[in-house]
């Protein structure tokens, strides 16, 4: 975890995995670099939110692999999902309990993200979860949970660095760099503040 700058409660706080997907951000808002995966993703996020102040909202920008064909670009989510945790036999233990169910953002689209600890390079995990959701990554369910919880404001915009599936590994080190910088143009135009 890395938070490069200081949070206040008139700024929104923007929060990416890892500094490869930041390497093109310019401005003065705060940073936070999470590390890849929900562990360190959820810990980061809950952890300076805890600290305070609190920002006035969280943008989640990162890399995001197509689940289906044809998926480019740059996408606001509006719902995401966990894709390996197994709810229904949690909740066949637990007598009904609910554990990880979808999650609407209020200020999202229409695409769903599959959330997962799982680097998605082969074609039958790949098919598996386009059932789910069109695009997968390893942290937005995890950030989507920290922020309702603290009860902050969060969107979460993804760009396609990669067809999850067999060679996303090479792919996604190849694409990154072009990926921050749609990640970055994006921020710079839909990002309320910025002096």
């Not at 999902?81 to 197994?86: G, I, N, P, R």
Request: hydrophobic share 45%; with cysteine; proline share 6%.
């Amino acid at each position: 975890m890395e938070l490069i700058g200081e949070i206040a409660a008139d700024r929104p706080l923007l929060v990416l995995a890892v500094k490869e997907e930041a390497q093109h951000l310019d401005t003065d808002l705060p940073v936070l670099l999470t590390g890849m995966g929900k562990v360190n993703a959820a810990t980061a996020l809950a952890t300076v939110l805890a600290r305070g102040p609190r920002p006035s909202g969280v943008v989640n920008l990162g890399t995001a692999g197509a689940l289906r064909p044809g998926w480019t670009g740059t996408h606001v989510v509006g719902t995401v999902v966990q894709h390996d945790l197994d709810g229904a036999t949690l909740a066949a233990l637990t007598d009904g309990g609910t554990y990880g169910p979808p999650m609407t953002l209020p200020d999202g689209g229409d695409v769903v993200l599959a959330t997962g600890d799982l680097f998605v390079s082969d074609e039958a995990a790949r098919a598996r979860l386009a059932e789910l959701a069109p695009l997968v990554d390893m942290e937005g369910y995890a950030l989507a949970v920290a922020a309702e919880r603290a009860g902050v404001p969060l969107r979460i915009v993804k760009h396609v660095s990669d067809d999850a599936g067999e060679g996303a590994g090479r792919t996604w080190r190849e694409s990154v760099a072009g990926c921050a910088r749609a990640l970055a143009d994006w921020a710079a135009a839909n990002v309320p503040y910025r002096s």
